[in-house]
């Protein structure tokens, strides 16, 4: 969260409820999602969310590296998520961060809870995560990328993971964060869930909420999940039926 001088913070709530890119405080911004964006990938999906671009290729079963990794009763799940030097307006260092590690150490724990790892032992299911265009909420978009990517792909799963981010914005609880709104707002809380059984697999919170403001983000974040989970179906009908895209 942006810590700035109080003159410089926007007018993120509008006295009409309305946030700063004309949203209602339940509501998603633009998802395009397409399932099968790469030809050399064993499954890949592209995701345009809003101002955010991410591409996420799958890779596995194979050979794990390095070898000592190898698990004789399951697969193992690794995933690299990178936000691309170019990705952001200020300057930023290529390659893995600390920030970028982290995100990928808990992406890779989220789909290890989805992964039917057992049925391919001794191998590595290796996921790569690419953001080209950044603004608020990639690990969100990363998730999904790479959810669709896996399912391309053919891995087994008990379901697809769709994720977004829920935020305190202007003291009101607010669903999907754009930049301004992450930069300024009082709180973050990124979440990763299976549909079917409501099973949250990520949350994470950066700043603060009441107990009650809690409750509501994440009511309002399972029902942004569930509303991407629709749009991430979509995707692979649409790929698997010939076409190429959905749009939101």
Not at 42 to 54: I, M, P, R, Y
Not at 125 to 151: F, H, P
Request: charged share 25%; glycine share 8%; net charge negative.
């Amino acid at each position: 969260m942006g810590s700035v001088g109080a003159k410089e913070v926007p007018v993120l709530l509008s006295p009409e409820g309305l946030r700063i890119d004309g949203r209602k405080l339940d509501e998603l911004r633009s998802i395009r999602i397409v399932a099968g964006a790469l030809h050399q990938a064993d499954g890949s999906a592209f995701v345009e969310w809003g101002a955010n671009k991410v591409m996420a290729a799958v890779y596995g079963p194979r050979e794990v590296h390095p070898r000592h990794l190898q698990q004789n009763n399951k697969a193992i799940v690794q995933c690299r998520y990178n936000m691309a030097a170019f990705s952001v307006d200020e300057r930023k260092r290529p390659g893995l961060d600390r920030r970028s590690q982290e995100i990928s150490k808990v992406i890779a724990e989220a789909f290890e809870s989805v992964i039917f790892a057992e049925e391919f032992p001794r191998t590595s299911i290796d996921v790569y995560i690419e953001v080209l265009q950044a603004n608020a909420g990639t690990r969100c978009a990363g998730i999904v990328a790479a959810s669709v990517a896996l399912a391309d792909a053919g891995i087994p799963m008990v379901d697809l993971l769709p994720a977004v981010a829920v935020g305190k914005v202007s003291g009101a609880i607010a669903l999907d964060l754009k930049k301004e709104e992450d930069n300024f707002g009082e709180a973050d809380l990124p979440m990763a869930l299976v549909p079917q059984s409501g099973r949250l697999v990520l949350l994470q919170m950066e700043g603060h909420m009441t107990r009650d403001e809690l409750a509501k983000a994440l009511d309002l974040g399972v029902s942004g999940c569930r509303s991407i989970y629709e749009k991430m179906k979509q995707a692979l009908r649409d790929r698997y039926a010939g076409g190429t895209e959905v749009a939101a």
